[in-house]
């Protein structure tokens, strides 16, 4: 299967199966680059508020480099 028909079927999915899917390309990623899985580790443990970011700026920031 070829990228191209992969990204086509990710565009159908609906939004819980586009979440599990890109938990999944996470997960490979960082089995792949442990440097990448640390520095999620190191990112989710973080308790400083001022290092936070809201869904919603989550999603204008991915909205800007599409």
């Known amino acids: 299967m070829s990228l191209e028909t992969l990204m ?19 997960t490979l990623r960082g089995a792949s680059e442990p440097s990448f899985a ?6 989710i443990d973080d308790n400083t508020p001022g290092h936070w970011v809201t ?5 204008k920031r991915y909205a800007a480099d599409a």
């Open 55 to 59: 869904l919603e700026e989550l999603t």
């Open 8 to 26: 086509e079927e990710a565009r159908k999915l609906g939004e819980q199966e586009r979440r599990r899917l890109a938990a999944f390309l996470t």
């Open 38 to 43: 640390e520095e999620m580790a190191r990112r």
